[in-house]
């Protein structure tokens, strides 16, 4: 059964940092595209970066450039966000995504809805004032 897990979340103050894992089991990652996905209170989930195996490119938001890196380790099959100078702004529920839709790039896979085939449940970032 393939399953994808969150951690690392928590509160964080403003210009803080924190590193998100993503744990899967039950596939072979080095054939998937990942992603990081967002959703503010009220706001519609946000691709915050992707990287898509296929042709070898990486999205990040334009919120997020700069301060997000996006890795993984498909030996220990596991996905990183390392987030660094956080804001308010960045509070949010980070989701953890994959997805094997060969022949696309990151952008796709962080902006075309449906794109990601697979889904954690979430980890909650708040960051602090």
């Known amino acids: 059964q393939l399953q994808l897990e969150e951690s690392g979340g928590g509160l964080v103050q403003a210009g803080g940092s924190l590193n998100l894992s993503c744990a899967a089991s039950?596939?072979?990652?080095?054939?998937?595209?990942i992603g990081w996905f967002r959703q503010a209170p009220g706001k519609e989930r946000e691709g915050v970066s992707c990287?898509?195996?296929?042709?070898?490119?990486?999205y990040y938001a334009d919120s997020v450039k700069g301060r997000f890196t996006i890795s993984r380790d498909n030996a220990k099959k596991m996905v990183y966000l390392q987030m660094n100078s956080l804001r308010p702004e960045d509070t949010a529920v980070y989701y953890c995504?994959?997805?094997?839709?060969?022949?696309?790039?990151?952008?796709?896979?962080?902006?075309?809805?449906?794109?990601?085939?697979?889904w954690g449940k979430g980890t909650l970032i708040t960051v602090s004032s």
């Open positions: 990287a898509s195996v296929s042709d070898g490119t990486t």
């Open positions: 039950g596939f072979s990652l080095e054939y998937y595209a």
């Open positions: 995504a994959t997805g094997q839709k060969w022949g696309y790039s990151a952008n796709f896979y962080c902006n075309q809805n449906n794109a990601m085939d697979y």
